[in-house]
């Protein structure tokens, strides 16, 4: 086999093999060097099945020739490469911004140790991007998942060991909620290959022990993404843990939770469980809008700014969510769409404030005061993606919430016309916080003389902010590729 047909297995080899070779180096230069390449590696090679996928459609690989469902496979079609292109894309971005910021907030002699974890973690999203297995991802799931425990941890500040363990807690509920969901699927159809499961299901369709799967998933994943009201663990763990923890998570791991739901609900169980069945099409609206101005509320009265945009996260779930609800083409695109957009716009937004916190010592609204005239370029890329987080027209989030307000009209609801926009004014609120703290104060005198962020920092978080500016007028990749995946996920021909 060609290297090329290999790649949707090298794709998660890659990063894995990297890990242990990080270990052994002991060696925080030489791990730092082994890692970036194998990120980088995972970025390359997530293109070319993209490309492959585009090109000549999904991608099928047998473990150990094993053909499925009697082995394990990997499969990667319009979605997962889609997914594949945003975790590694942000893994090696974050991870060549995040070598200053780790000077300052890990000891050097864990450096190699963050560097193991870290490419651990990228395996494990990757993992499950490409697994075709329903086992394999709750194991790829649970190696990104105890990789991440530790990584929050490694911060100097103690807080992050409570906020490790509360994850911790809530993450292992969240994992025996899936694993009990999976045993189901398998006790009723006898296959844990995801196509296979989905050939069986119409003979077990509507039997209790399948309701029950779907409940226990949809409970466990929506721990795992932090959906409201099961969001508790992410606004401690994005605040205390390192900030190029920060970023790599905020970017990545609850989206990735996303991805498995959408394989599950529109591939695993089909339409007719989901939302026909039970009223889970009621339930996630319900539980979207209330994410949307729940948490958008709490955030506005936040001092600390990484955890005001954690509390932003819980609220942007909101609006993914939202677009799942509807059950059409349109608002499997918006979710799609807003996975993409908010993981690079919240991504620059920490990879920013990591900055801020190199050179001001931390991140409060009293601190950042005057951050306009210390820092402006930093400034400047907040107030960018501050308003890609509310939508103007213009940048990414704009086209997220323009195929929401889409979903709606097509489906009639035209009053969650106005919830959308009076969520995104609330966003408008904590915003306006950031800008009028940078703006409109003087800085402290003790920090007249910060500078901006190493130039190692401000070029990949430059590059975010550039690409929320970017994917708001050009869609082509992004609303291209969500379209044809929720069109393959709904079956509608396009």
């Known amino acids: 086999m060609t290297l090329v ?271 026909d069945r039970l009223p889970l099409e009621q339930v996630m609206l319900c539980l979207a809008l209330a994410g949307m101005f729940a948490a958008s509320a709490v955030a506005i009265f936040q001092t600390d700014l990484k955890r005001l945009f954690a509390y932003s996260s819980v609220g942007q779930m909101g609006y993914i969510i939202l677009g799942l609800s509807f059950d059409s083409v349109t608002g499997l695109t918006a979710t799609i769409v807003h996975v993409f957009n908010h993981a690079i716009t919240k991504g620059a937004i920490f990879m920013l404030l990591g900055g801020v916190a190199l050179s001001m010592g931390g991140v409060t609204l009293p601190r950042v005061q005057g951050l306009a005239r210390v820092m402006p370029l930093t400034a400047f890329g907040l107030v960018v993606c501050g308003l890609s987080l509310i939508g103007v027209p213009g940048t990414a989030g704009f086209v997220s919430k323009w195929y929401l307000v889409k979903a709606a009209l097509e489906g009639g609801q035209w009053w969650l016309v106005f919830l959308v926009v009076g969520s995104s004014l609330l966003a408008v609120i904590y915003v306006w916080r950031v800008v009028e703290a940078a703006y409109f104060h003087a800085p402290r005198a003790d920090l007249v003389a910060a500078v901006e962020a190493p130039l190692s920092m401000l070029v990949p978080a430059g590059l975010l902010v550039a690409g929320t500016v970017y994917f708001g007028l050009e869609t082509t990749f992004t609303v291209g590729s969500a379209a044809e995946a929720a069109s393959v996920l709904l079956g509608v021909p396009r």
Request: charged share 10%.
């Open 5 to 275: 047909q290999q790649l949707p297995v090298l794709v998660a080899v890659v990063p894995l093999a990297a890990a242990p070779v990080a270990l052994l180096l002991r060696n925080r230069h030489l791990a730092f060097l082994v890692v970036l390449a194998a990120s980088g590696f995972a970025f390359g090679a997530s293109v070319l099945l993209w490309q492959q996928v585009a090109g000549s459609g999904p991608v099928s690989y047998a473990i150990g020739s094993w053909p499925p469902p009697w082995g394990i496979e990997y499969r990667v079609d319009r979605l997962a490469s889609f997914f594949l292109v945003l975790v590694s894309g942000m893994a090696a971005l974050v991870l060549s911004w995040g070598r200053a910021s780790l000077e300052a907030e890990i000891p050097a002699g864990q450096h190699y140790l963050f560097y193991t974890l870290f490419a651990l973690c990228l395996t494990g999203l990757l993992g499950i991007a490409v697994s075709g297995d329903a086992f394999n991802i709750f194991v790829f799931l649970e190696i990104s998942s105890l990789s991440t425990y530790v990584l929050i941890a490694m911060g100097r500040d103690r807080r992050a060991l409570a906020a490790s363990y509360n994850y911790l807690i809530m993450g292992t509920i969240g994992a025996t909620f899936i694993v009990i969901g999976i045993g189901l699927l398998y006790l009723m159809t006898g296959t844990l290959n995801l196509a296979d499961i989905a050939a069986r299901m119409p003979a077990v369709e509507g039997s209790r022990p399948v309701l029950a799967a779907l409940a226990f998933l949809t409970v466990g994943l929506s721990l795992k993404m932090a959906l409201f009201p099961l969001h508790q663990w992410l606004p401690n763990a994005y605040t205390h843990a390192p900030s190029v923890v920060s970023s790599f998570l905020a970017a990545t791991a609850t989206k990735v939770s996303v991805y498995v739901l959408l394989r599950f609900y529109f591939e695993v169980f089909g339409e007719s469980q989901v939302f």
